[in-house]
């Protein structure tokens, strides 16, 4: 006697019937293997994918994920230290915005303001006597040596202005950069980065050497401190990033 359910369907498993073929919209994790992730079954975990669904670097292990992104917005306060010496110490906020395009590259933009004294009178930042502004627009790529480890490169145009008023120094400068680092995730919590900036820029700084570490306090934010070392100043940072 025949089976009615087969008019409608594949009814389950039948000793006279061959086992539907994989793919078949009635082959369920049973029929092929009961184990859904083990090795060798039809059922993979998907991989991950960046904005534009391209495979991206997988997550590091463990319950967050991986530090490494490149999709994050980030702001902080900055201290900067000129080294003339008619300058006093400035301090203002930064900004930065880093979106993923397809497979292994990145646009990046940048923006800090700061504002300082131009005497030796330690005064607040409503009285400085000097503003410097710098904004910075480029992508890259990165190359994963290891999960833990990229190698990345940046290139770009940045334009730099620096106002003052009772010293007799004002400029505005731009140029090409170039920046290349490394980007490595030491713990399941931390990242460090350590970087070299060179730019055809002539009064701002052409040299900078920059490094940053990264503290997951939560799954997606982060937070952070660097320091960088120029020809003409150096700076200090403290800020957060949020990454999606």
């Given at each position: ?169 004002s400029y505005t400068d731009g140029g090409i ?68």
């Amino acid at each position: 006697m025949s089976d009615p359910g087969l008019a409608y369907g594949y009814g389950g498993v039948s000793p006279t019937l061959n086992a539907p073929t994989l793919g078949s919209p009635y082959a369920g994790p049973t029929m092929a293997n009961s184990d859904p992730y083990s090795f060798g079954s039809q059922y993979q975990q998907p991989a991950q994918t960046n904005s534009w669904n391209n495979t991206v670097q997988q997550d590091m292990g463990g319950s967050g994920s991986s530090l490494l992104n490149y999709k994050y917005a980030e702001v902080f306060y900055r201290y900067t230290n000129p080294k003339d010496s008619l300058l006093q110490g400035s301090h203002g906020l930064g900004a930065a915005l880093v979106m993923d395009l397809p497979t292994i590259f990145f646009l990046k933009g940048t923006f800090t303001w700061t504002s300082g004294s131009g005497d030796k009178n330690a005064r607040a930042a409503a009285n400085a006597d000097y503003n410097l502004s710098t904004i910075t627009v480029g992508g890259g790529a990165y190359m994963p040596i290891t999960n833990k480890l990229h190698f990345v490169g940046e290139a770009g145009l940045v334009y730099a202005n620096f106002q003052a008023d009772g010293v007799n120094k004002s400029y505005t400068d731009g140029g090409i950069y170039i920046r290349p680092s490394l980007r490595y995730q030491a713990l399941e919590w931390l990242e460090l980065q350590a970087g070299v900036t060179v730019a055809s820029t002539n009064d701002y700084d052409s040299k900078i050497f920059d490094v940053l570490g990264y503290f997951r306090v939560l799954p997606m934010l982060d937070l952070n401190i660097g320091a960088d070392f120029g020809d003409v100043s150096r700076g200090f940072r403290a800020g957060g990033r949020l990454r999606w």
